[in-house]
């Protein structure tokens, strides 16, 4: 389709592609009150699909869904210290309620661990209610000052996880178990966004924390998106919040607790790791519609559109998730692109001419070109089709993340690498003065790896291997 | 089971009772913030279940999901007259974020008609776009002075839907819809929770809206719950906000629009409609847990335990949501009334001699007694028990709601016949006046039917009948 863009081109402003791309295809607006959003059909569906995913797996790794208080009392995020310094300056505080002045101002949630703490203090009394695994789907506000639409909002949806343990090495297992079987499994498998796996650094680590462990991707522009942390909480929201167990021997101990989220931020790295200069592409796991078949024009007799119900309802029969579009009152050329810039992982283009030929006309979102199908054969073929290009999405960012990671020995390379894309070099060649240096320069250290770019146990671990990258 | 009761019973103090069950059965908390609560994982695994037989007839109804934000200017809220004076004394309000006052104070959402309307006014534009159809799953907040789990409580979960119509005929026909083919639907078809359907009075309507329909139920003490509404809006809002349209003459219109909600108030309506002095009857559409297989005790090669893991697997395989308890350390008695407690619809108690006869005891939380089938054949008799229990369930309900109905004549006979149950008489003969005189005694209109039970149009239908109860 040779007409103008719609979009600014990737490579011309990166950042106003993204806005361009959430504008038109109609996936988010800006809220009233300034950092909030919308989020509208068309990426709501996207993000249901992805809440179900990711659900499906916390299930799987045990874990019971619950829902705490948006509140929580201020008094509550004072009694952790790394914690309270973490957030406070974020906070969104309700001082009246109900036509008065509150006694105590009500904070609205940053994230629950406080709350959450309180009541698993009271839930657990022995080692036989441990583990105790909690998630909630839930929205929490963080005041920001910089917001962009998924990627830093001030209020944003996500699914924090919260357990509790009897000994450090079963919350160490835990939350690693949730990066590994719970987040990369997802990410990888079902929004094909390949991701680095590794420990924060101290000074990157959550407030709070001992040990975060993190999913990092590599965004179309070269810079880091962090996806989702798993935290080692060790003692200290047990400490804090006195969430103790009496052991086999009867002693009383503290737990070890966990805590890990991902977010409404992943729908942004599912568009900035796969959109192009001609829109979204879909990866067709989470795509709310993974098919269009489009009417190009029809008779009279409205033949075409009947046959292009008839295909719909096939494949919608097959579980395939199809929409029709048979309005053919617009330009065909127009409604083109306006799937295209939507994402929708396959095309079926459907006119007169197809019909009498016995055939259609297939366009995968994911390669240029189109090609020309047996109109019969679509029902079987369409699910072939949609894994492939699910891999092939896959395989098209795994590819761009390897090639632009270059190994580098000093800080000043790392910082000449991390221009385009990712540099690694050996951790104890940064130290701490070199994430200084690297801050100064917009870089920070996204994650610790081993050699082999396995996860490290702690950041004691030898040889650690430090991802370096831009991020938003 | 001639043990002490954990509850206290309905017919002592059923507001206590209500109190225990909610406690006792683990389903939820008082939150640290007054009026606010903790919905724990196993009511909240019921909640998903609504929420999911919910979700899926609102898509039906042609409603797109979608996400708009927890916070809402000040000034949104004042521009519909009766709106704002009916959410004012009930908001909760964010004067301070990221460590500054604000200049203008947010409000948190009460319901979302505001906000959606802004952004409603943004993306209609000609009838092509009509009807809009929008739903959100969201938490609202609304400062209560009385609280009390799940019935009324600070914050809640619900779903708000928000449509926009080309006329006030195709909005009345939508809002109806969702009425019949949504919310009761839901109601009698999974909650087995027999509703009243009909239109609430003037003095009794959603704060803006020109009408709204209601389903009612009967708890197990004779008081009416409000378990859904469905508003239309008039061109109220649509005035408000400006939510027009050009026609197929290319006039410019006001749009019509219609709002409708239910919410975790639900949870309240199925555990008082169904509870008995034992605990919770889940009914089987809704359970997170349908069946629970008791391993009585067991020997040292632990026979019975294997056994019960079989047929655990075997029922889950057949996609019955099923779960083992196979902790012989705990006094069977003690965990038999657990599950009773929680309202577990099917108990299958396996024991070293029900195995060696080849049976197990089948116990129905809807009935007394107990029966021994064949251990071989419940895999396949399970879904029809369940199918049973549900049926029952709601039989059950709908005598008790009949049976606790009387038609009178006067309002001095509706408010004696109102301390047990509802009272049913023409509407004309209440009155403004007779519903001031029904206040007095705690007593309000709950809905207007037509004279055969059915829905009306509007307030203007000739023949109304009023249903007369206390509520919660």
Chains 1, 2 share one sequence.
Request: proline share 4%; net charge negative; glycine share 8%.
């Amino acid at each position: 389709m040779a007409q103008a863009p719609v979009l600014t081109p990737q490579a011309t402003d990166f950042p106003r592609w993204y806005q361009d791309v959430i504008t038109k295809a109609e996936l988010a607006d800006n809220g009233p009150v300034r950092g909030t959003m919308v989020i509208r059909p068309y990426a709501y569906a996207i993000w249901e699909r992805m809440q179900a995913e990711v659900d499906a797996r916390i299930k799987a790794a045990g874990a019971e869904n619950a829902y705490f208080p948006l509140f929580i009392p201020e008094s509550y995020l004072t009694r952790e210290a790394d914690h309270v310094e973490g957030f406070s300056p974020e906070l969104a505080v309700v001082t009246v309620a109900g036509g008065k002045e509150l006694e105590e101002p009500v904070v609205i949630r940053p994230t629950s661990e406080t709350v959450i703490g309180e009541f698993m203090a009271k839930w657990v009394q022995s080692y036989r209610d441990l583990p105790l695994r909690l998630n909630q789907w839930a929205n929490v506000v963080r005041w920001e000052m910089r917001t962009r639409i998924f990627l830093r909002t001030s209020e944003f949806l996500w699914q924090e996880g919260h357990t509790a343990h009897a000994s450090q090495q079963d919350a160490h297992r835990y939350a690693r178990s949730i990066l590994d079987d719970v987040y990369a499994d997802f990410m990888e498998g079902e929004l094909a966004v390949p991701v680095l796996r590794g420990i924060k650094t101290r000074r990157e680590r959550f407030a709070g924390a001992i040990n975060t462990f993190a999913c990092e991707a590599m965004m179309r522009d070269g810079k880091a998106l962090q996806m989702g942390t798993s935290h080692e909480l060790g003692q200290n929201f047990a400490r804090a919040f006195d969430i103790g167990f009496l052991d086999e021997t009867g002693a009383r101990q503290l737990c070890w607790t966990t805590s890990w989220g991902v977010s409404t931020r992943m729908m942004g790295g599912m568009i900035m790791c796969h959109g192009d200069d001609a829109g979204l592409r879909v990866p067709p796991r989470v795509a709310g519609t993974q098919v269009v078949v489009l009417v190009v024009r029809d008779d009279d007799a409205g033949t075409v559109s009947a046959a292009a119900r008839d295909l719909v309802a096939q494949l919608a029969g097959s579980g395939v998730r199809v929409r029709l579009d048979a309005d053919v009152s617009k330009a065909f050329g127009r409604r083109a692109t306006d799937w295209e810039l939507k994402g929708v992982p396959v095309r079926i283009e459907l006119g007169p001419r197809d019909l009498e030929a016995g055939d259609a006309t297939v366009v995968r979102r994911d390669q240029s070109g189109k090609s020309v199908l047996p109109l019969a054969e679509l029902p079987a073929r369409v699910a072939g089709l949609l894994a492939e290009i699910q891999t092939a999405l896959f395989e098209d960012a795994a590819a761009r993340l390897r090639g632009a990671t270059a190994d580098v020995s000093s800080v000043a390379d790392a910082r000449e690498a991390a221009a385009t894309g990712f540099a690694r070099m050996p951790f104890r060649a940064v130290g701490e003065s070199g994430e200084d240096e690297l801050a100064e320069a917009a870089l920070t250290v996204r994650c610790l790896q081993t050699a082999d770019g396995g996860v490290p146990t702690d950041e004691h671990d030898e040889d650690l291997v430090a991802i370096i990258g831009r991020s938003y």
